[in-house]
């Protein structure tokens, strides 16, 4: 597994239209200090809406970079070392719609493969066995605006998963799926080699994961098993608006 190290991040941006560097004075907080390494084959972040997930995600492949801190990924810095972040680690959007720029799924699984297979008919054979193993090969030359949302997902992830990157970060993974989709994805996340880090609303997929952390308010609240951390984040729930609830033993771990 990857060993991933957030070491002390905050993410701040401009507020109301400023530009440049965010100051103290006109900046919204979207992460604080946010400290933890990540070694386990699966790893879930959950937290209510707008509590930083999405934020602490892109960290990971540098599509967000820390105002202040570093992630580093096996030692690689996110900021500087951006291009080999981004060959270790694929990363799957919520909106699979973000991610699949090619008319069908085939094309955008084939565009995936570019680099790993310059022969066209080789690149045309691993697409095609990559579209099989998640069963898509029968929506593979359908236009990705015909495709469910939940098929339009799981050619989003086999896409990413064609160049078998060594880390998989997967952002609320199975919002559009139906039930045997999401059963789907379970066994799929279940048999990958990969170390997978994934946020989610489904506390389920959350509790197949090694670790658990639960993000509120840009913070890590809760750091560790998953029963453990889905019962702190059941409890932050039932707790009135407002109330953050107990912070943790692992905070700032
Ligand atoms: N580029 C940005 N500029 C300003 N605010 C931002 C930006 N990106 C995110 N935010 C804000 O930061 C907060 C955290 O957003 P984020 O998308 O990380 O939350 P989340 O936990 O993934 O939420 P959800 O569960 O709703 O997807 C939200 O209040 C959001 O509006």
Request: with cysteine.
């Amino acid at each position: 597994m990857a060993c991933i190290e957030i070491d002390g991040v905050s993410v701040a941006v401009p507020v109301d239209g400023m530009t440049g560097a965010p100051s103290d004075a006109a900046s919204k907080v979207l992460l604080d200090g946010v400290r933890a390494t990540l070694t386990e084959p699966r790893i879930a972040v959950v937290g209510a809406n707008g509590s930083g997930k999405s934020t602490l995600l892109r960290l990971l492949n540098g599509l967000v970079e820390p105002t202040s801190g570093s992630v580093r990924i096996d030692g690689l810095d996110t900021v500087r070392d951006g291009r080999a972040v981004r060959q270790r680690v694929g990363f799957v959007f919520t909106d699979p719609l973000s991610q699949l720029v090619m008319p069908t799924g085939r094309e955008d699984v084939e565009l995936s493969l570019r680099r790993r297979h310059r022969n066209r008919a080789e690149r045309a054979a691993a697409a095609q066995a990559v579209l099989d193993r998640f069963g898509l090969g029968a929506l593979a030359d359908q236009s990705v605006y015909e495709l469910s949302g939940g098929e339009r997902q799981l050619m989003a992830l086999a896409a990413v998963l064609a160049v078998d990157p060594g880390v998989l970060v997967l952002d609320e993974p199975s919002t559009l799926l139906d039930l045997r989709n999401r059963e789907l994805l379970r066994r799929t996340l279940a048999g990958l080699g990969q170390q997978v880090i994934l946020s989610t609303h489904d506390l389920e997929l959350a509790l197949d994961a090694d670790r658990v952390l639960v993000v509120e308010g840009g913070r890590i609240a809760y750091d560790g098993e998953p029963a453990s951390s889905v019962g702190f984040y059941r409890e932050l729930c039932a707790a009135p608006a407002g109330i953050a609830g107990p912070r943790t033993t692992a905070e700032g771990s």
